[in-house]
C-alpha cells in the first residue's frame, strides 16, 4: 500500500485540541506477558498492613486473592502489582477523550467517568538498527498488501526511522498527557483505509476501503 499513497505521512498539529484519528505520537508501552509475574513484599507488617522490600514473585498461586490488604502502599486483596517492561515507541491514535464527557454531572458518586484516556495502536520496527529486516520477505509484503486485518505497513519517514507494522491486535490505553506529539499523521487516504481495517478488524463490519484496497493490491 505504501507505494500506492506517496506521500503516506503529512504534518499534523501538536495543540492537544487538535488529536485525531491518525496522528502519530511516541509514548510509554508495555510489552503484554504470556505469564503473569507480580511484586510481592518481603516484608510485611501484619497488624498495619505495612508492604516493603517488594520482589517480583512468578507464577503466584494466590494472586489477586491474598488473604491481606495492604494498607501502605494501599493494595486490596483482589489487586495486584504487576510486573511489566516498558519503552516509548511510536503509536497511532485510534481515538482522543471525548470532550463530552467533562459535562458529565459528578455528584456523591464513587464512580470516575472522565480518565483522559486514549487508546492506540503500537508500531513495531520491521528492522533492526542495521537496516536488516527483522521479518521474513514474505510476511513483511504480505503485509503491505493488506493480507492481515491486524497489521499494517508503514514506510520509514515522516516520525518513523525503519520501516515498522502497526498492530491492531496491541491495542493500548495511553493517558493524554504522556503522548509526545511528532507533528506528523497519516494521510487522508491511509487514514480511511486504517479507519476501515480498525472496524473491520474489532467487529467484522464496514470493510469496504479495506477490502477494496487489499483486493487490488493482491490480484
Known sequence: MDEVFDPFYVAASSNVADYAFGH????PAYYPHQKLDVWRPKNLDVKLGIASDFNIEAGAKDAFRRSLPYSSPPLKTDEEFIALKAKPRP???IQPPDPAL???????YGGKVVRHLCPVALVYSAEDDAGNSKFHPEFVERVRRLEYR??????KGGPLVFDSIARLDEVQSVAENQLEA??????????????????????????????GWAQ????
Open 182 to 211: 511528532t507533528k506528523f499523521a497519516l494521510t487522508k487516504e491511509v487514514c480511511d483505509v486504517l479507519r476501515s481495517q480498525v472496524s473491520f478488524f474489532f467487529t467484522g463490519l464496514s470493510s469496504k476501503e479495506f477490502a
Open 91 to 93: 503509536v497511532i491514535l
Open 102 to 108: 467533562l459535562a458529565v454531572k459528578k455528584g456523591n
Open 24 to 27: 502519530l505520537f511516541r509514548a
Open 150 to 155: 491486524q497489521f499494517l505497513f508503514l514506510p
Open 216 to 219: 487490488l493490491l493482491q490480484s
